[in-house]
Structures are given as C-alpha cells and as structure tokens.
C-alpha cells in the first residue's frame, strides 16, 4: 500500500472515531483490521493529532509525526552489522535473518533490535539491483543460455561471412561467469558447453537452469517440461538436475538474462571493432576479457566475481567424474527382419530375437549402442561405410552360424562327391552372384536334395538345368519335382518327306 493512500485512511480512522464508532466498525469501514484502527488512533494522540486535521499540516507532515524516522544520534550509538557479510551469509544452506541477527547481539549487545534489524537489511538489499537481490546457495544453481546477438567470423579461403553463437552459464551465489562462441545452438554444441562451463568453474552444480531451448527441452510443458534424452544423460553423467525455467516466467532466469546483459556490454561491445578468422580465434578473444569480467569490482558490495566464488562456492560445488562426458544422439529405430538396424546408410546388428521391434539407439563419434527396455543388447565400432554390415555372430539365429562356418571350396568337395554335373552347376552357381556369401543358402539347398533323392537323380538334374541354361536352386527344385531329370537329352531334329512336284528333293543340290 502507498504511503499516500495510508495518510487519506489515517484521516479517515481520525474522523470516524470523532463519529465515536467502535474500532470494529472503524475497521470494516476503511478496510483495515481492528489492531490497525487502534495503532493509528494511539499514533495520531501521542502526536497530539486531532480530528480535523489543521489547514497547516500536510500528508508528508503528518506523516512524520505519526511516523518518526529513528534518531540520527540514536543510530550512532548502536553499532550496524556488515550487510555485505550478512547478504552473503544468507545464501548459505539453513542460515536465517534471525540466526544472523542473535549472532550479531551477542557481539553488540547493545545494537538494534531484530526488527530494526531485519528493516535496514530489507533497505540495504533493495538499493542492489535485481541479480544482486536475489538469494542463492552456493554451489546450487547454474543458469545458462545463448545471448539473443551473434559475432561474425570470417573465412580465411573465401571470405564468408558466419555467425557464431555466444553460450552464457553462470553461478547463482557469486555471479562467477563462463561464456563461449559456438557455430550453432544444435544439440552437441549445447551439451559441450554445458562440458566447457563444469570444467572452467572446476566442478558441478547441483542443478542446472537452462530456458526452454529446443535442444533442451523436446516439450515445453509448463509443470512438466520433457528433457532431450541426451541432456538427461548429461545430467546423469555429472550428478546435476536439470531444473528448466517455467513459461513467460522471466524472475526464474533473472540471473542468467543479468549475465547476458553485462556479457553483451563488456565482451561483445568491446570486440565490435575486431575482425576474427576461425571460430578458436574469436574465443581466444572472449576468454582474455571474461577473465578481466570476472575480477572486474562489484560496484555496490565489496570484492568481485571470481573472489566471491573462492570465498563461498567453489567448496560448495560437487568434484567433476573421472571421465569426460561424450555427448550422443538417441534415436529410435525399428529392428528389420534381417535382424539389422540402419544408422546413417549402414547396417549394424542385433539379437535376431528383437527382429521387426523397436529399440533405442545411441550413437557417438566411436561407437553404436542398441538398447531395449533400458538394457543394452548391441554394441558396435561406428563405420562410415554406406550401405555395409557390422555383424556379430552371436547376433544370429543357430541355422545362420552355421552356414557362415562354409567356403566356397566345401561347396565345390560336396558337389564333386555327386558327380561332375553337379560340381559345374555348384560352381556356375557361386559365381553368378556378387558376393560368393550370396550363394551359400542357394548351393546348401542344392546339395540337400541328395538326401531327399539320391545322387543319380541330382546329377541327372543338374545336367538337365545346365542344359536349360538355368543354373538356379529353383530350377533343379522343380526338375526334380516333376521328375523332368530323365528328359535330359535331347530329342534329335528327323526330316520330314514331302510329295510334291514343286519340292526338288536334297538330291537336287548334289
């Protein structure tokens, strides 16, 4: 409530009670509650305040004599706390105003009351600005997020022009500040930021606040935002939480759009003039004068970024892994019933049982992974060979092993054990297709027929297909089906006579 409208429902307490309405009507009139009614009433007789008011009495009058400022020489009999200590005490974890407040008066036993002293604190913070305002625990909250403006970069070769991304992460208690330039603001470029900023500040926090970038958040849901699978793993990997801010809710990112802010002013502002050649050139730059940024003097509260983050919260953050996250991408795919899944124009395998299922891939520079229902079932080098197989043999079904234990020279030792038909027919048969493996299923379909029918009748069928100029396991399937093997030669072409007198007959060309 305005101090204005206060001093126009003083008056009208004051007139109400010349009136002699009981504080209870009083109240219900104005507005206010009972014990408001009597503060005012007791206020406005120690003041010697009567209803009406005096033409001579203003509202900023009236309003310093029934509300006196403190004594100047009071407050110099008392001693002030340090704001900026108790400012910076209160974002450690379980600390309160009045756990500061009692150690404090045991101290100065004769400084003010708590509150007065919850008061002058409430008037200190309010001059710092709204970043500064606001409380964080050390080592809690990391806010990141790109600066809405881009640099240029030039290329040396052909002298295009491109825009580079600027990454901004900073920590909620100190204001310590990381920032980087990327080419985009895809996926991997995001997460590796993500990997640069834990590294610079040399540990982790225990959650991350990123807006509702697209990288990060597949689905912006205001009470539920749904995480990119890998930013999930990110966080897994270095023992965060991801804490997205909600929806047209600036205060959540407060901290981070301050960063931008002074980013933006003593960074980019300052290479405006400068023309940069490759993307490691550019962060060369903005690393020199972030580290200047960061030991640049508060103007309102003593010390800098990077002290204040040596004073309360480098401790506070949580030790880096052993191993530094490699980022990679999920995705889902569908098993196809050669047991093989397709990334990226290759084929890689997987148990045949999961054959025509879906399963989640995750795939890195080095490596594929096959997962279903959370546990892993596949893992393979990654290759870059368009349209090729990476299979593993306990990927496949007991009938699949085995024939990839036969060569071609078995196959031509089994056939010539038949009979020379069959050994030629097996031998066109491996060569007529691309690859020799091709042929394998075909020639073990051939070879099988001896058990079904015997040698004779396989060879004489086989002859009977090279005679047809049809060396396929369909062919000498169906010669053999229909018992055609025995028709294996031949019929020769007889003469037919014809009685004519126009018809000379051979013995005319003699």
């Keep these: 409530m ?6 126009r429902k003083i008056s ?3 007139r109400l009670n010349q009136c002699s309405l009981s504080k209870r009507a009083i109240a219900d009139s104005v507005g206010v509650s009972p014990s408001t009614v009597s503060d005012y009433i007791r206020r406005a007789n120690s003041a010697g305040i009567t209803y009406p008011i005096p033409d001579g009495i203003d ?25 900026n200590y108790i400012h910076r005490e209160l974002g450690k974890k379980h600390v309160t105003l009045d756990l500061l407040w009692q150690e404090y008066k045991s101290s100065h036993p004769d400084g003010v009351q708590y509150s007065s002293f919850c008061e002058h604190y409430r008037a200190w913070r309010g001059k710092l600005n709204v970043s500064m305002r606001q409380t964080h625990v050390p080592g809690e909250r990391m806010f990141v997020d790109y600066a809405g403006r881009t640099m240029e970069v030039t290329d040396n070769q052909t002298g295009e022009i491109r825009k580079a991304q600027i990454f901004i992460a900073v920590l909620g208690a100190s204001n310590y500040t990381f920032c980087e330039a990327t080419w985009t603001q895809t996926l991997p470029d995001w997460l590796g930021s993500h990997v640069k900023s834990f590294e610079f500040f040399g540990g982790v926090v225990k959650l991350v606040v990123p807006d509702n970038l697209r990288s990060a958040v597949s689905k912006a849901l205001f009470y539920e935002p749904e995480l990119n ?19 047209r809710k600036p205060k ?3 901290k981070v759009e301050g960063a931008v802010l002074i980013v933006s002013r003593w960074i980019m502002a300052a290479l405006r003039g400068q023309r940069f050649f490759s993307l490691l050139e550019l962060n060369h730059a ?17 010390g800098s970024r990077k002290q204040l983050f040596e004073q309360i919260e480098r401790a506070a953050l949580t030790p880096l ?11 889902i795919k569908s098993v196809g019933i ?27 520079s080095k490596t594929l992974e096959v997962f279903a229902r959370g546990q892993r079932v596949a893992s393979h080098v990654k290759s870059h060979i368009h349209y090729g197989h990476s299979t593993s043999v306990e990927h496949m079904p007991q009938g699949h092993r085995e024939m990839m234990e036969w060569d071609a020279s078995r196959f031509n030792e089994w056939a010539k054990s038949v009979g020379p038909h069959t050994e030629s027919l097996i031998i066109q048969l491996l060569k007529s297709k691309p690859h020799v493996q091709q042929a394998y299923r075909a020639c073990i379909g051939v070879l099988r027929f001896t058990k079904s029918h015997g040698n004779e009748r396989v060879e004489a069928a086989c002859l009977r297909a090279l005679e047809l100029h049809s060396v396929s396991y369909r062919t000498v399937s169906s010669i053999l089906k229909n018992g055609l093997e025995k028709a294996s030669e031949k019929p020769k072409a007889t003469a037919r006579t014809i009685d004519h007198p126009n018809v000379r007959g051979p013995d005319y060309y003699h």
């Design 252 to 254: 959540d990112k407060a």
């Design 59 to 83: 509202e900023r009058t009236l309003e310093l004599k029934l509300f006196p400022e403190p004594q100047s020489s009071h407050s110099k009999d008392r001693p002030m706390p340090d704001w």
């Design 229 to 247: 699978p890998s930013y999930q793993e990110l966080a897994s990997h270095y023992g965060t939480a991801i804490l997205p801010a909600r929806v």
């Design 338 to 364: 050669d047991y093989h899944v397709e990334v990226e124009g290759h084929y890689y395998s997987v148990p045949y049982r999961f054959a025509k299922l879906k399963v989640d891939v995750r795939v890195s």
């Design 2 to 7: 305005s101090r204005r409208l206060t001093m």
């Design 321 to 331: 892994p052993s191993e530094r996250y490699e980022f990679g991408l999920w995705l």
């Design 12 to 14: 009208e307490v004051l």
């Design 286 to 302: 903005i690393a020199d004068l972030l580290s200047r940024l960061n030991q640049r003097p508060f103007k309102k509260i003593p």
